[in-house]
């Protein structure tokens, strides 16, 4: 007789129901093959967080210090494993498709909001078929101007662009600051551009070289070119002013009615987990986001660290996705 944790992944439209059938058999007392013992028991062996990028970058940092700490918090060795392409779908497609056990997690940031609006070949519905475990890390984003550009605030970017057509770096198409650009365009009338860059590290080269009249992108790589003077710094797009440069405004500072954005990351398992190892992960996740040691590693790598419960994380996510469909569709952004 088969128990929850050897169970295969099941049709998506089905698994969130047969999450919460297993459930209410564990609750309830029945027989279901020692559930319950195994649950407790849970985790019996090593966990796998694949990542979707490259090794090296700021998400590697970020899934390398929390996976540290939760192998702690959870008894058992934690391995990251890189699966980088397609803008994140391969990794992603990995964790959708494989065994709903919980010993195969993912650390995903905004893709999971963007790349279902501008990508016609996603194999996974970002969220029927992940459910979070924990909201780890943003970054905001910053938009800086190439010195010989004659503007020296966001509003005089704002006023030239309504004047005449301007380029701008982002770490590709379909990405967040691709997506933000056309929404600051849409929202001011500006003519903006997208020259999309394959990451942030090549945007910010040719930024820096004069390639592009500005760029939206991460803010962490940017800093040392803002104090350098390469870049100058015109807003920020986060909540509050960053700690990396805080003589940057903030866009919400300067335009009340523009939204805020964050690039965000966090841990996903396949939605149909058993819910007794989604509460193990989510305890121990947040067990981990909890420690001071943590937050301060995130923080010291240009990363915010606001706490969220997974419901309120998921609403974000169906939030973004929503906001980044209307820019599509009302910038008619060709889909790739």
């Known amino acids: ?33 020692g559930t319950a013992a195994r649950a ?10 694949i990542v979707p990028f490259p090794a090296g970058g700021g998400a590697d940092a970020a899934a390398r210090t929390v996976a540290e700490r939760l192998a702690a918090a959870l008894g058992q060795s934690v391995v990251v ?20 056990d919980g010993y195969t997690l993912l650390f995903a940031n905004e893709f999971l909001a963007t790349n279902p609006v501008m990508f016609t070949s996603v194999r996974y519905d970002s969220l029927r078929d992940f459910v979070p475990v924990a909201r780890v890390a943003s970054t905001p984003a910053a938009i800086a101007s190439h010195p010989s550009l004659p ?3 966001f509003g005089d970017l704002v006023a030239l662009g309504r004047q005449r057509p301007l380029n701008y770096a982002s770490p590709g198409v379909g990405t967040g600051p691709h997506l933000y650009g056309q929404m600051i365009a849409l929202a001011t009338g500006a003519q903006f551009n997208n020259v999309p860059y394959k990451g942030s590290a090549p945007a910010t080269a040719d930024a820096i070289g004069g390639q592009v009249d500005f760029i939206i992108s991460t803010l962490a790589p940017m800093v040392q070119h803002l104090n350098s003077g390469r870049l100058r710094g015109l807003a920020v797009t986060g909540a509050r002013r960053a700690a990396l440069a805080p003589d940057v405004p903030t ?32 305890q121990a996740a947040a067990q981990v986001m909890r420690e001071p040691e943590v937050a301060a590693k995130l923080r010291a790598a240009g990363f915010d660290v606001e706490p969220s419960t997974p419901a309120e994380f998921t609403a974000e996510i169906r939030a973004d996705l929503e906001r980044w469909a209307r820019v599509q569709r009302e910038a008619k952004i060709p889909k790739e």
Do not use: C
């Open 81 to 100: 494993d890189y699966r980088p392409g397609a803008s994140g779908n391969i990794g992603a497609e990995v964790v959708a498709r494989g065994p709903a």
């Open 251 to 282: 866009l919400v500072e300067l335009d009340p009615s523009m939204s805020r954005y964050d690039v965000w990351y966090g841990i996903f398992a396949p939605s149909a987990v058993p819910a007794p190892v989604l509460a193990r992960l989510q």
């Open 151 to 153: 503007v020296k605030t």
């Open 1 to 33: 007789m088969g128990h929850v944790l050897s169970v295969r992944r099941a049709d998506p439209a089905h698994r969130p129901a047969l999450a919460r059938r297993r459930a209410t058999l564990l609750l309830a007392g029945l027989p279901f093959a």
């Open 40 to 49: 407790q028991a849970w985790p019996e062996r090593p966990l796998k967080l």
